[in-house]
Structure formats: structure tokens, C-alpha cells
């Protein structure tokens, strides 16, 4: 069912939006032109400029002071894919067309073992097959693939779809006539040997593990604009860039370009294609690079991640505090995920969108996040460093207290001291930091803050989840680091959530006491506060924690309402005495539903969301059932 909202002119509920924008509604053409005026300001106006410095290279900077929420800018993919070798995370076909699973009927399962064994039985039972069910599977089946390149697609316009159709269906159906293992043969092929039916199947499913590799060096051939417009990105393995910083390229790098080349050149000289002489190691080098700091991955439902390489999101550079959020929206003719249904003749499938995500001044760069805030600043830098080539020199970084967070900050090593050590010296970024006392200023060598970090990981892989249990670990974990290191942090944000649930702690206790004990209620609403001012310092705009946040707020509204003694009551009859302690928990359930506002894909996140509108639904039916 398509998202609604209100006519931005006269509030009546319609399914419409903005095309360009995709985030306000109106339920008619002329209510759009009415408003384009009040609307225009903060849709489509560029509210950058392209520059270019040694230490970034090209990046976008504001050209004007802009206000949070603003839309910065709409991206459409030059390349769209599966993420190469991730079909091996689900047991269905994906469609190469709106990337829906393709549901795997039994009969058709039972059709291809069948078909499997008959082609080493005799002629007469060969003969039989095709007579009976055989026939009704061919048919179905060939309804599940393109008709010009055998590919899973799940209708006919998905094989149109703009990637499939213009570059691996363009390979495939191309493969001149006298390479006939690529052809299909929609009698059965009876008279080809089962080799020729392994052939094509490991043709295919080469291709389709590789897709994006394929997809990336056939734009040389489907689209010479697209073409230049991904060459021009940075790439990682740029030869210009690493001899000036002289930096020599990794032996692991060149084997992948290597693997990568020679797996595309066995193909195309296996299907025996006209592109197998333009295609140029040099090429697979630089778009290994480019994928590798440029791309984005991104889930479209729990089992299907895909890639893609937008131009001018790939301008924007890093910063642990992001002031720049990015979401994915379906383009209009198709919705994303689930399963596969009416197809998409879309030409991107997908459209990318940026908005500030806090105040952004003049002259200042827009910035994303390309590591994880979860994590303090040495597992970031070396990320970084691994990943994208570069030390993180930004504000956080740069704190030795991550601004407030304390997501760095041990326990002094010396005996009775019993002070913080903080990282030293965080500038300028170095592959290795010293840990500095603030208290007795002693310092402790990166290999010991290491050791210590990875007998952390180890104590949090090792504890089995429940509210004991967590509550054990965190104050071993307080002996040795600050209460708001980074794993501390992420064990309370889960130990909130198994406050108050009756599989989060000793079975042996009642659920009505454990849900009505006041003390450990006053403790989850703290926790949560603590929890959500941290976040405020990490990412104020909620860039990128928005669902911890979610999360936060959910619970947050649980452990209100059962102070007010209703989260027990099926009925909630309790509550309908307690209008504010209701009016408060709605508060936190609509900061938990906007935290997804720009969460408009069919992932496993959205959940979260319909919880919590089920639960405002049901409050606003006590507010008004029992209003006195």
C-alpha cells in the first residue's frame, strides 16, 4: 500500500508527492502549482558549489547558510546492482529488474530434479516428461526469465529495465550464432549434452555473482556520458594520486584486478562477444577503485543488498559528525523489496536524496559519514585508513573526549590512580595513539589499549544476553573503562530493552513484579536519557543514529506507562485515569516514528515504526473512550 499524507494546500489525504523532492503531497496538479511558490525554496534550489582542495580533492561546500532539513541535493545511479557474490544469502532468484525475490514454486523445484534425471534415462521417459507437467514448468519458468538473455526477471517489465536491458541483456542476446551453449532452446535441448547445460548455467550464474563488475564496464559500450561520468571519480587505486603520496598499491589490490579481469575476459571469450578486445585491465583497476570509496551498499529487504555509484552524493566528503543525511526512495513506477509482483519499467529503480541534517553556514563543507559512529576513534581511523585511504582528522577526532562521549576513554593503568586516560596525541592523526592519565598524566602504549579492548569484545561475544547478565558485565567493564566507552554503550542500549521484558531476566520472577518495580523503571528512564544525550553529541542532527534513537524512544514510552501501572493491563483501563502519563508516552512514540521519516524502503527497521503507530492508535482510542 502506497505512504499517503496531506495536501500541502487544503490537507486532504492523498498518495501524490512532489516528483522531485518525493517529500510533500498534494492532491492535485493545481494544489502543486498553488504552492510552488512557498515549496520551491527548499526543493530544488542548488544550495552548493564544487570545489576542489589538495587535502579532499573535490567536495561540495554550502554556497549559502542553510537550514536543517533542507533537501541539498537529488542523485540518480550511473550503476545499480546486486553486491557482487551476495546471492548466496538467499535461496530465491532475484529479479534483475526491481532486485523482489522470485518465489521458487515446489512443483517447479520437483520439475527441475525431474528434468535432472531424465537426462541421463532413456528416450521414452524423456518423451514423457515433456507430455505432462514438464510442459506446465517450461511455462512457468520461462515467465520468471528474460526472454532475450535467460536472466531471472520477474515480469516483462523488469526485462526492460533500464541496467538489465542495456547491458547484461544486451551481452547476452548479442552472443553472436556460433556460440549456441548461450542460446535458450525452449524445446527442452534435447539433443545437447549435459556439459552445454552446465556451461550455460555457470555462464550465468558467473555473471549474476558478478553483476556489478559486468554492469560497470559495459557503460563503456551501452552509454559513453555514464561511462565518463564514473571514470571521472576518484578511484583508490588512482596511479596520479598514489605516486604523489607515494604510496604503493597493495599486493592483495592488484591480485583482485587481476581475479576480477580474468573472470570478465573468460566470459566474453566464452560466449565468444565482439567486446572482448576493449576491454583493458587498466579499466577493471581504476573501477575496483572507484567502487571501492564510492560506492554505496544499501539493504532493500533483510536478504538483498545492492550497490550503486551515485556522481554527486560521491562529492561529499567525511566527517564522524555528519551534517549531511541521505536516503534511498523508489522512483514512482516502483516499489523496492518484498517480493517480486508488477514489476518496474523504471529506468533507476531508486533515487538517492540529501538533506541538512543540522544548521549548515556559508563556506562550510557538507559532509557524510562513512564509518560507523558506534565505534571510538582508533576503530574509525583504521577503518578509514583500511577502507578509503586516509586518516580522519575531523571534530571528533580531533577531541581526545569524542565531544563529551567519552566513546575513547580507559581506566589508568596505574595502580591506585584510578584516573582517565584519554588518546594523545590525536593531532595530527597518526596510525598508532598513546593513552594519556588527565589525573597523573601516565601514559599507556597502544598495544596495551588494544589488548584491553579485544578482552572487552570478547567478555560482550561471550555474554549471553539478559538483564543479569548485562548488568554483570557493566560493572566489570566500569573496573577498566569509562561507563560510556563505546562497548559500554552499546550493552546499555541493549540492556534498555530488556528492562521490563519477561525474557530478559530470571524466569523465576513475576512479570507484573518485574514490570512494576519502581526502581528499576526510574533506572531504564535514566538510562535512556543518558543514552539519548550521548547520541545528541555524536550525531545532532541523527544523520545516521536515528533508529538507535528509535529504539530509545520506544522503550522510553514503555517504561512511562507502566509507571503510570498501564503497560501490564491488556486493557489499559488504568491509564484512562492518567491522561498526561498517556499524552507524555504519545510524545515519545511520535519521536520514535519520526526518527523514520526518511526510512522509505521495505526493510526490517519499519517494524519498529508500525509498532509504534499501532500503539498511538490504541492510546488515542483511551483518550477518547474515556474522556471525561
Not at 216 to 232: E, G, N, R, V
Not at 246 to 254: E, S, T
Not at 257 to 267: E, Q, S, W, Y
Not at 535 to 563: F, H, R
Amino acid at each position: 500500500m502506497a505512504e499517503r499524507g496531506k495536501c500541502q494546500v487544503c490537507s486532504k489525504t492523498s498518495e501524490s508527492r512532489c516528483s522531485w523532492c518525493r517529500l510533500v503531497f498534494y492532491c492535485s496538479k493545481a494544489h502543486q502549482k498553488q504552492d510552488w511558490e512557498a515549496h520551491k525554496a527548499t526543493c530544488n534550489k542548488k544550495k552548493y558549489s564544487l570545489e576542489c582542495s589538495e587535502t579532499v580533492g573535490r567536495h561540495l561546500v554550502a554556497s549559502e547558510d542553510i537550514k536543517p532539513d533542507w533537501i541539498l541535493l537529488k542523485d540518480r545511479p550511473i550503476v545499480l546492482s546486486l553486491k557482487a557474490n551476495s546471492l548466496e544469502f538467499t535461496p530465491h532468484k532475484i529479479c534483475l529488474g526491481c532486485y523482489k525475490e522470485i518465489k521458487v514454486d515446489d512443483d517447479e523445484s520437483d520439475s527441475s530434479s525431474t528434468d535432472s534425471s531424465s537426462s541421463s534415462s532413456s528416450s521414452s521417459s524423456e518423451s514423457e516428461g515433456e507430455s505432462g507437467g514438464g510442459k506446465r514448468s517450461e511455462s512457468s519458468r520461462r515467465k520468471q526469465v528474460c526472454s532475450k538473455c535467460d536472466l531471472p526477471v520477474c515480469s516483462k517489465q523488469c526485462a526492460s529495465q533500464h541496467f538489465h536491458k542495456v547491458l547484461e541483456c544486451r551481452l547476452i542476446s548479442e552472443a553472436p550464432p556460433f556460440a549456441p551453449e548461450l542460446k535458450s532452446d525452449e524445446q527442452g535441448s534435447t539433443g545437447k549434452s549435459g556439459a552445454a547445460t552446465n556451461a550455460i548455467t555457470n555462464v550465468r550464474e558467473t555473471i549474476l555473482r558478478n553483476l556489478i563488475y559486468f554492469r560497470c564496464i559495459l557503460l563503456k559500450f551501452a552509454s559513453q556520458t555514464q561511462w565518463d561520468q564514473m571514470m571521472s571519480l576518484q578511484s583508490q587505486n588512482d596511479e596520479e594520486s598514489r605516486q604523489k603520496d607515494g604510496v604503493v598499491i597493495p599486493l592483495p589490490q592488484l591480485e583482485r584486478t587481476t581475479r576480477v579481469f580474468t573472470l570478465i575476459k573468460t566470459i566474453l571469450s566464452h560466449i565468444n562477444h565482439a567486446t572482448i578486445n576493449q576491454v583493458h585491465k587498466p579499466d577493471i583497476h581504476k573501477i575496483l577503485g572507484i567502487l571501492d570509496i564510492n560506492a554505496l551498499h544499501f539493504n532493500i529487504s533483510q536478504e538483498i543488498e545492492l550497490t550503486a555509484l551515485f556522481p554527486t552524493f560521491s562529492m561529499l566528503e567525511h566527517s564522524c559528525v555528519p551534517n549531511v543525511k541521505f536516503y534511498l526512495s523508489p522512483t514512482n513506477t516502483t516499489t523496492v523489496g518484498g517480493t517480486a509482483g508488477n514489476g518496474s519499467s523504471g529506468k533507476y529503480v531508486v533515487e538517492l536524496f540529501c538533506r541538512s541534517a543540522v544548521k549548515i553556514k556559508k563556506g562550510e563543507s557538507l559532509a557524510i559519514s562513512y564509518s560507523n559512529l558506534m565505534w571510538n576513534t582508533e576503530k574509525r581511523r583504521e577503518f578509514l585508513k583500511k577502507e578509503r585511504g586516509f586518516f580522519c582528522n575531523c571534530v571528533r577526532c580531533s577531541d581526545p573526549f569524542e565531544l563529551g562521549s567519552n566513546f575513547s576513554t580507559i581506566i589508568c593503568t596505574q595502580e591506585k590512580c584510578k584516573g582517565y586516560a584519554v588518546p594523545f596525541p590525536v593531532t595530527p592523526p597518526t596510525p598508532e595513539m598513546q593513552w594519556k592519565c588527565t589525573k597523573c598524566n601516565k601514559i599507556t602504549p597502544p598495544w596495551q589499549v588494544k589488548k584491553l579492548d579485544s578482552r572487552l569484545c570478547e567478555m560482550v561475544s561471550k555474554t549471553k544476553p539478559s538483564l543479569p547478565n548485562y548488568k554483570n558485565l557493566v560493572s566489570k567493564m566500569d573496573e577498566l573503562v569509562h561507563p560510556d566507552y563505546y562497548l559500554s554503550f552499546v550493552i546499555n542500549h541493549s540492556l534498555v530493552q530488556l528492562y521490563g521484558d519477561k525474557d530478559g531476566e530470571n524466569d523465576s520472577e513475576d512479570e507484573n513484579v518485574r514490570m512494576h518495580n519502581a526502581k528499576m523503571l526510574e533506572d531504564k528512564v535514566a538510562l535512556c536519557n543518558r543514552i539519548v544525550q550521548i547520541i545528541k553529541k555524536l550525531d545532532p542532527g541523527l544523520a545516521k543514529l536515528n533508529i538507535y534513537t528509535a529504539v530509545i524512544y520506544y522503550e522510553m514510552q514503555s517504561a512511562i506507562l507502566a509507571m503510570g501501572g498501564g503497560e501490564v493491563d491488556d486493557d489499559f483501563k488504568i491509564l484512562r485515569h492518567k491522561p498526561e502519563t498517556v499524552k507524555l508516552a504519545k510524545v515519545y512514540l511520535q519521536k520514535c516514528v519520526d526518527s523514520f521519516k526518511y526510512e522509505l524502503l521495505d526493510v526490517p527497521e519499519n517494524k519498529l515504526k508500525n509498532l509504534a503507530l499501532k500503539k498511538m492508535e490504541y492510546l488515542n482510542f483511551i483518550l477518547t473512550k474515556f474522556k471525561r
